[in-house]
């Protein structure tokens, strides 16, 4: 139960660092409005992985045995 709410905050954190690097001209955080930056680059690619990396975690690895 814990490893599937830590998946969810990795996924969430994700969508929020893909967001800021999309919107972040329009909120005022790019060097202007016509470019796509480096740093916006990043962001999204790093939420990308985030992301990524939350739904393995969560949906696709299987349950974890107990060792015995």
Same mark, same amino acid.
């Given at each position: 139960?814990?490893?599937r709410? /830590?998946?969810?905050?990795?996924?969430? @954190? %994700?969508?929020? *660092?893909?967001? /800021?690097?999309?919107?972040?001209? =329009? /909120?005022?955080?790019?060097? =202007?409005?016509? =470019?796509?930056?480096?740093?916006?680059? /990043?962001a999204? $690619? *790093?939420? $990308?992985?985030?992301?990524?990396?939350? @739904?393995?975690?969560?949906?696709?690895? %299987?349950?974890?045995?107990?060792? @015995?």
């Amino acid at each position: 139960m814990l490893d599937r709410r /830590i998946a969810y905050l990795i996924i969430a @954190a %994700g969508i929020i *660092a893909i967001l /800021i690097g999309l919107l972040a001209d =329009t /909120i005022g955080l790019g060097q =202007t409005e016509s =470019t796509f930056g480096t740093y916006q680059i /990043i962001a999204v $690619v *790093a939420g $990308v992985v985030l992301v990524l990396v939350g @739904a393995y975690l969560g949906f696709m690895r %299987g349950p974890r045995q107990p060792v @015995a």
